[in-house]
Nanobody
Framework: QVQLVESGGGLVQAGESLTLSCATS????????MGWYRQAPGKQRELVAI???????NYADSVKGRFTISRDNAKNTVYLQMNSLKPEDTAVYYC????????????WGQGTQVTVSS
């Protein structure tokens, strides 16, 4: 009953920046941590960044210092500011929303393509 809409992906040159957003709607009172995962062709899906309800972030080592995750609880939206993009950042990025209630499945966005050319 929660809908996720991702936006902000695209094609950029190495060194440039993009900002992804993921807006949720519906029954949002049960939303917990929010984050971003990515999956490149031939690779496993990996966690990029996650942020708790109180705003505490965690990042994959590969993006620390370059990416910033943030959330606006009033807007029920999570963002990923991506700076100094590298070709190895090329992937489909998926928004992930966790539930505060025990035993419930996560919500997932449809994915947005980020392509970084060298």
């Amino acid at each position: 009953q929660v809908q996720l809409v991702e936006s902000g992906g695209g094609l950029v040159q190495a060194g440039e920046s993009l900002t992804l957003s993921c807006a949720t709607s519906g029954s949002t009172s049960g939303i917990g941590a929010m984050g971003w995962y990515r999956q490149a062709p031939g690779k496993q899906r990996e966690l990029v960044a996650i942020i708790s309800r109180s705003g505490i972030p965690n990042y994959a080592d590969s993006v620390k210092g370059r990416f910033t995750i943030s959330r606006d609880n009033a807007k029920n939206t999570v963002y990923l500011q991506m700076n100094s993009l590298k070709p190895e950042d090329t992937a489909v990025y998926y928004c992930n929303v966790k539930r505060v209630a025990f035993g419930l499945n996560d919500y997932w966005g449809q994915g947005t393509q980020v392509t970084v050319s060298s």
